[in-house]
């Protein structure tokens, strides 16, 4: 069973930055995806970025686009985002999701339905 583990919310004032780390485990797969979503009460879950196990290539949704750094370490199977130039709008709770690799970098937008595996979620809070 793929488990996941996100951390690294928090509180940030407006134009700050935030880095989130999702640890991933119990998977035997070389080739992976793993995505960071976000959702705000009342709204659909978002796609923010994704990225590639297999080359580290990378996906970031238009509302982050150049405010968004993803990396992984393949060693420990763990990625991180890192977010820049914070607004209030950035403000939700953010999932890290394990997905087997479809191709999922190549290809935009992001869909929860192409992922396996969820994390708990962690807070953003980005106050004006």
């Known amino acids: 069973e793929v488990q996941l583990q996100a951390s690294g919310g928090g509180l940030v004032h407006d134009g700050g930055s935030l880095s989130l780390s999702c640890a991933a485990s119990?998977?035997?797969?070389?080739?992976?995806?793993i995505g960071w979503f976000r959702q705000v009460p009342g709204k659909e879950r978002e796609g923010v970025a994704c990225?590639?196990?297999?080359?580290?290539?990378?996906y970031y949704a238009p509302s982050v686009k150049g405010r968004a750094t993803l990396s992984i370490d393949n060693s420990r199977n763990t990625v991180n985002l890192q977010m820049d130039n914070l607004t209030p709008d950035d403000t939700a709770v953010y999932y890290c999701?394990?997905?087997?690799?479809?191709?999922?970098?190549?290809?935009?937008?992001?869909?929860?339905?192409?992922?396996?595996?969820w994390g708990q979620g962690t807070l953003v809070t980005v106050s004006s």
């Open positions: 119990g998977f035997t797969d070389a080739m992976y995806a």
């Open positions: 999701a394990w997905g087997k690799w479809s191709g999922q970098t190549r290809r935009g937008p992001m869909y929860t339905f192409e992922y396996d595996a």
């Open positions: 990225i590639s196990s297999a080359d580290g290539a990378t």
